[in-house]
């Protein structure tokens, strides 16, 4: 027998959403920005607390039952019919509202700390459920586009978001992204949503069909010219575009770095750029050395959330 | 040198399009129906003439400028800036109007054989335009998911239509095809085109291209049971199937007997069933001996046209 954890550190990764034809249904995990979240057996408590949240600018509710990590967490509990007294740490490392997917890193680190904690009992993918639970409290949706790469690693596609149905595609090895953020700009869920139509016609439907199961193609024949023509996006870019000033000069001078593809990430305001290999990544994020953005550059995290030794 | 070819007889085979989640973007080819198509040289007179139709019940016009396969016959020929004398042969082996692609065959059957006669100076992937050139006047679109399947063979998936950049995709052995074609059904192409809503909501767009995208990855990795959760039609079926007396229960029977999954072919009245190996294929297609259908069952057809010896 392996002696009981008392405590469980893990990080959570940072994610990008959607990734120009695959609104709502496609995201990939990267390195680099994500959660800390500590999990600790207490005896002193019935329940969950939160001891300690930090880097978030004093945002994230310290009340159980409205923290996403929190929630996340007491939902395994939930699903495997267990109780306990636990402590969270939750050290964010990433920014907020950003399109990167911090709410989903928090529901994820959350979800899978506990499991851990309590010993594996669960699969990540058996953990999704439970991580969709802080994610939609947050998000105020049902989308696992962050939640499932964040959990899973790699490229998922969601082809059925009621059901959780996710698929794991595969992830080259020689690709990359680039990632701009402006913290200058504020991007509000409410009015990002706005910028989606309700509705699209028919033929730009079948187009944005034909991209994304295109890209799945380029994907598993590791055909970067195919991934490069079937990342565009006619649902969300046209609209949402509009709130983040200079999208279009960005994209332009990405793509004339050599990047295969240049959109928005999530909701905005990030911006992320797929190029084929690590030194066209950094060339990418050479131009934009000047701008008032944060660059990351990051190949695609196939582990995804992971406990911290 | 090979001695100049006088003769070239072709056989175009039968597809079926947008395989329920795949919406004017997605075909495959089949074994059995299609279109024969000769096409001789003829040192007395210039152009193309048409000789002989058969198997068309008088339908198909013998006027060169309204012939979908001679259409697409001259359109090689002004691809390569050729002219010359020749005779045609239509000899329709498959249902007119049955959504099994039947202008698609002749387009396809014309383009090939004017280039197999020039001695194949056009790869078959070259040869889409001049196929679309006869199919495009046939079915008043520029939609190239029977054409696609019925040049490369195969399952073909359109990534941009205007473009006409088509995705060849893995067609596993094992899949099988049992299609359903009631002569008593007509279906109007203008009315087949008004079931079909000209928008459709965001999220049943999201959905179906996360459909769509699911069933690509399930080529790659022949999981048959994602297969069978990613064909589902959202956008055409809902419509259509009111056309098609009893398609509900065509589709009970078929999926009771094993069917990975059904749905309408082209505009129909034509109804497929996939099936997991051939016995699976030719036991769906023996639930309905006792039905006024004519019924194929097939493997993929990962030849696409070819020349008959």
Chains 1, 2 share one sequence.
């Not at 019919?81 to 740490?89: D, K, Q, Y």
């Not at 010219?225 to 200079?246: K, M, Q, T, Y």
Request: aromatic share 6%; net charge negative; charged share 20%.
């Amino acid at each position: 027998m392996i002696e009981d954890l008392q405590e469980v550190k893990v990080f959570a990764p940072a994610t990008l959403a959607n990734l120009g034809c695959g609104y709502d249904v496609l995201g990939l995990a990267i390195y680099g920005p994500g959660d800390e979240i500590i999990i600790r057996k207490s005896s002193s408590q019935i329940g969950i607390s939160i001891k300690e949240i930090s880097g978030d600018d004093g945002k994230l509710p310290l009340e159980v039952e409205k923290n996403t990590a929190a929630i996340s967490a007491q939902a395994v509990l939930d699903q495997l019919g267990l109780s306990g007294g636990f402590e969270m740490e939750i050290h964010k490392k990433m920014p907020f509202g950003s399109g990167l997917g911090s709410s989903a890193a928090s529901a994820v680190g959350g979800a899978f700390a506990m499991n851990e904690l309590l010993g594996s009992p669960l699969s990540r993918t058996e953990l999704l459920p439970a991580a969709m639970a802080g994610e939609s409290i947050a998000s105020k949706a049902w989308h696992a586009d962050n939640v499932a790469p964040g959990l899973l690693g790699g490229i998922c596609l969601v082809r059925d978001n009621p059901t959780l149905d996710v698929v794991s595609l595969p992830a080259p090895d020689d690709l990359w992204a680039t990632v701009l953020y402006d913290p200058a700009i504020e991007i509000l869920t409410a009015e990002a949503r706005e910028k989606v139509p309700a509705e699209v016609s028919t033929s730009v439907a079948t187009t944005q069909a034909g991209h994304l199961a295109a890209l799945v193609s380029a994907l598993y024949e590791q055909d970067y010219a195919l991934l490069a023509r079937s990342i565009v996006d006619h649902i969300a870019e046209p609209g949402r575009s509009e709130l983040i000033p200079n999208f279009e000069g960005y994209k332009q001078r990405a793509l004339a770095e050599g990047a295969l593809a240049f959109g928005i990430s999530g909701s905005g305001p990030s911006l992320f750029a797929l190029s084929h290999g690590e030194l066209a990544a950094h060339q990418v994020a050479s131009a934009f050395q000047n701008d008032p953005v944060e660059v990351y550059v990051s190949a695609i995290n196939t582990e995804g959330v992971s406990v911290v030794k």
